[in-house]
Each structure stands twice: as structure tokens, then as C-alpha cells.
């Protein structure tokens, strides 16, 4: 079979009625971590996941106590909110579970039922006022939330309230965001459209009161993690498929999208005759649950330790309702693969809905796949990271208006778009398990040659993408400008080394040694190609200079909740996310992924520049180093020159 027929009998057999069944099933449930409503759509997930012919179904559950670890993750808290209101001058504001998102996630109860108190301002409350008993409303849009929680909590009030979309302009009506306090938090939070906050904020300065009112169920729920298999040819190695289960209601696209897309290619692929590695799903709390999953799980030995993964994240959104494209996120460069070659040959193939004039070319509205450099935004960033150092490919789709707020509903899933990832996502993983035939493996290396050769190419003078603007030039050091003509001789040799790996991996997909060698040679020829074209000269020796060379601690797969250690830090990182959430995530831990025991600060900072295919300044890349070296993520090399000791150190990262 050829990867064009793959991809048509998979896009033929999807059941989009069932898919979008199973959307708004787990759309009805607020998923926190560890709920009574996770637990009802994992309870879901598991029959139906049963009913695809998945085997060896079960619904794990690990502690939710705020005690467990796994490596840095610590275990949630047991939390099921009940109802919640927020009434003012006789009308109620907040009707929770009406309104979906209004209340914030670990909100405590209000100890005697409903209770009447004083609106305080927090620009007042810090100029002094009392916040005993107070609801403080955070009416300074440069006030991160848990900040003015913490305070809040600190000098006793009774809750917290804020708009966390004042910063928006593409908002919708009525929506609302995600907001979220401290496991354990002694006050209560709400989240307020901009029309609401001003309402009470005029309020508060007339001395009036507001009614609260937040009932929480009793603290017994577990953390459910769902896995099922879907064996192979026996041969013993696994393809784990993720998505990732939690998120207050509705979460439609955030991600009752994904898991039903799972559920999709689980019924798709059940159907289709067995072979190749056995398939692992996994639906799982997000970043925590796969934590857990993988230490005590796949590091305790009870399932194998995956050789390839595939993570869905976001898989139906509405292009045009949601401004989205559907990204094809590469895994990391530190571990790379053929996989988001496929991923990216298997949505061109897929079949179009209109096409050009002539019908000679596919011309979708807003069907455009994007592939893109790892960000590390989802559950694929803690199984290609140590000790677990898997290869991976994540599908999800952005930019998004309705993401983590109210308006992330059913009707912002679109059923064709929905179909088109699943027919990417399981012709990608149904392209692997069909290793055995020679025409389809044939496929699969040319589609990685290709993408390979293209990603060379596109390193040359005037085929480079400008990146998006840098946001932090202010801080008066060089940049570090992976587009620039100065890194031309670094992007040329970057992403020649890092193709010329990931066609190694094509042993994965049953590509015979011999194509593999001969694959590996063109590009070659196409890396001295370009590398001629390079006419900069190299890097000075100053530019390499090198700074300390750091190393990864062996703390596990990264949690980009504990790489900041100190107030000071906390608050610098939350105000590079406040600035650029999606930039800076990227930056952070593409810098944590450029250490490896052998580059100094300078070439670490080049490496994830390249990798990230974002600009960094070298005041930028010191500042998160010196963070993660606070936290304990990152340790100096006693010797550079001590091969041995930075062997010894490196090999606590575990290569694939």
C-alpha cells in the first residue's frame, strides 16, 4: 500500500458523528485534577475506550493528597467544587455551575453558606486598608493573580476576584478565564468580565457589600490516569498515544477534542489488521498524570518503556471561529525522528475539500498545516525529556480566542477539522505498525527525505522566516538571532545534524539499512550544498566564548512549575510570560534542552536559538540559567576539560 491510499481508507473509515458524541460527553464534566467530574469522563473514556477493542483497559489511580511526588511533580489536591454565587445590589453575578470557569480552580468554601462582605479594592488594600472579611478585587492589570491572592489570603479575606482577559482585545461576550489558587487556598476566587469588575470596583468605592456563596464536595477523589492497548506483532516495542484528559467544563477544543481523537483512531485502527508495535493510549491529568505514568508505571516496569509518542492537544478547533491552523509540533532537537516529517506528508495527503480552478491543486480555506519547532506546551514535552527520551510528535492547533476560558464550547469544534487530525494523527501512527510493507516504509523515508532536504534549504539567505518580534531588547545585550546572515554557518550545520538523526530513526518504520545509508548520503550532499552557499564567515572566538558549562541535574522530566526557586525569579519568569506567554515558555525550556555537560552558556544559548528558532539575547539566556541553576535544574561542570566527568554527568539523561 502506498501512504496516499493509507491516508484516504483512514480519512474514509472516521466515524465524525461518533467523534463528536464523544466530545460533548466529556465536555459536560468539570475535569479538575482530582474530581468527581475527571473521574465520571474517565469512567466514559475507559467503556469506550473497551468498545474500540482497546485491551487491558484501566483507569489508574494515584494519590491526590499534595503530598506524592513524582520526580518534581507534586501530587494534586482532591478538589470538587458543588456550586458557587456572587450576588450584588440584588442580582447574581456568578452562577456557578451555570457559568462555567467563573469559579477559580482550589477555591475554599465559604464557612457558614452565604455571607455578605465589603468590596476592597487592591490598589487599596495596598495602600493599607483592612482586608479582613473582604472580597479584594485586583483592579491593576499589572498584578499577576496569585500574587494578589497570596496577599489576600495573607491579610485574611474572604475571597479574591479578577478579569484575567482585561488584556484582550479579540474577547467575546460574557467570556471569562481561567483562574487559579493555591492548592489548600483559605479564600475563595472568581473570575469577572471586564463589565462585572468595573461594576464592583465602582462599588467598592461606595462602601457596598456583595453576597458569597462556595460549596465544595468533600476531599476523596483520586487521580484517574486511563491506559489501553492495542497490540502489535509481538515484536516488543511500544508507540504510546496521549491526550490529555482534565480542564474545567465544557473544554471542548482544551481538550475533549483530543481525547476523542484518540478514541477515533483507537476504533480505526482496532479495525485495521494488527501489526507493527503494540499502542499504548493514554489519557491522562495533564503534565501531572503523565508524571505519574511514566515513574511509577513505565519506571517501575508495569508497561514498556515507549519507543515512539504521539500527543494530541486541541484537534477540532473551528479555523475560522477560532483563527487556528492545525500545528504539527516538532519533538525536541535534543530528540529528534522522522515522525514530524510523516505527520507533515500525511496532511498534505489528506483529501481536500475544494481545489484550485483547474483541480490540479488542493486550495482548502483555512486547511493549512503548520509544522513547527518544539515549544514543550503539552503532555509530548515530559516523554521525549530524561529519563524516558522518547521521540515525538504533537498535533494541536493555534492560535485560539476561547482557549482556557468560557467560550471554549461545542460549537467551536468543527467536525471536518476534527476528521482531518484524526486522518494526520492515525495515518502517522498507522504508517508505522505498516513497517512490513516494503511500498509503505518506501514512502515513509521519502517523506523524511524530503522534509529533510527542504529543512536544510530553508537555512539559506533569503528562504529563512523572520521569527516574531523580540520582546526583550531592552535589556541592552546582543541577540542571538537564529535568522540573522551571521548564523548562517550555525543554522546550516544545526539542522544538518539534527536531519541526518532523525533519518536514523527510520529503523522505527522498517526502512531497509541499506535506503537508510543511501538517504543519509544525499543529504549529505544537500548539507555541503548549502553549507557552500554559506558566504558569512564563522563565529569569532569571542562569540563562542563560552561561559561556565552546565550540565542537567537528574531531576526528572521537566515541570515548568519549579524552574523558578526564589521570589525574585518567580516573579521575573511571571513577567516574561505575562509579556510573551508562548515566546518565553519556548525560550525556557529549549535553553533547559541545550544543556548537555559539553556546551558553555554561549553555545547552550546559540543551540536553543537554532532549536527554537526564536532569537535570544545573551542577557535573556544568562538570567535563565542562573534560575535554573537556583532551582537545582541545571549544575556546573567541576572540569570542562574532564571528558570523563561530563560523560559520567551526561549520562544521567538516558539517550534513546
Known sequence: ???????????????????????????????????????????????????????????????????????????????????????????????????????????????????????????????????????????????????????????????????????????????????????????????????????????????????VDVAVAGSTATMPVVTGVLPGDGGGDEFLLSAHLCHPRPSANDNASGVAALLATARLLGARPAGGPDLRFLWAPEFVGVAAYLHDLVGGGAVARPSLAVNVDMAGQDPYRCGSSLVIERGPDDVPSFLPALAGRCADLVPARARSYSGAVPCDPGQAAVTAPFSGGSDHALVSDAPTRCPTVSFGHWPDRANHTSADTLDMVDPAELRRTVTVAASTVAAVRGRADPALAADVADACAGWAAGHILAALPGRQRPPAPYPYRDDGSPVLDPASDAALVRRVAHRSEIVGRCVGTLTYAGVPAG????????????????????LCAEPSADDEAAGTVLARAALGPVNPRTLAATDADRAWLAERLAEDRGGSHARVLTLLRAVDGRRGRRSAAWWAALAGELPISVAFADRVFDMLHRAGWVVPVPDPEDLDAAEEIDATRHPA
Request: glycine share 6%; with cysteine.
Open 1 to 211: 500500500m502506498r501512504l496516499s491510499q493509507l491516508v484516504a481508507a483512514v480519512h474514509d473509515g472516521i466515524d465524525v458523528d461518533a467523534a463528536m458524541a464523544d466530545v460533548a460527553e466529556v465536555a459536560q464534566h468539570d475535569r479538575y485534577q482530582a474530581s468527581a467530574g475527571i473521574h465520571a469522563a474517565a469512567g466514559y473514556v475507559a467503556q469506550r475506550a473497551v468498545d474500540a477493542g482497546l485491551r487491558d483497559v484501566t483507569v489508574h489511580t494515584f494519590p491526590a493528597d499534595g503530598a506524592r511526588r513524582w520526580w518534581t511533580y507534586q501530587a494534586p489536591m482532591s478538589w470538587t467544587p458543588v456550586r458557587a454565587s456572587l450576588r450584588h445590589g440584588g442580582e447574581t453575578l456568578i452562577d456557578y455551575p451555570a457559568q462555567p470557569y467563573t469559579l477559580a480552580a482550589y477555591s475554599a468554601p465559604t464557612r457558614a453558606g452565604s455571607v455578605a462582605v465589603p468590596l476592597l479594592r487592591w490598589s487599596a488594600m495596598c495602600a493599607g486598608a483592612d482586608a479582613t472579611g473582604a472580597l479584594v478585587l485586583l483592579d491593576d492589570v499589572r498584578v499577576p493573580f496569585p500574587e494578589c491572592a497570596r496577599r489576600a489570603a495573607a491579610g485574611g479575606a474572604v475571597a479574591v476576584a479578577a478579569d484575567p482577559l482585561s488584556a484582550r482585545t479579540d474577547r467575546l461576550a460574557d467570556q471569562v478565564g481561567r483562574l487559579e489558587l493555591l492548592p489548600g487556598a483559605a479564600l475563595a476566587g472568581f473570575s469577572l468580565t471586564a463589565a462585572q469588575l468595573a461594576r464592583l470596583s465602582a462599588a467598592a468605592d461606595r462602601g457596598e457589600t456583595v453576597t
Open 515 to 534: 535506503e537508510i545509508v543511501r538517504t543519509a548520503r544525499w543529504l549529505a550532499d544537500v548539507s555541503a550544498t548549502a553549507a557552500d552557499r554559506a
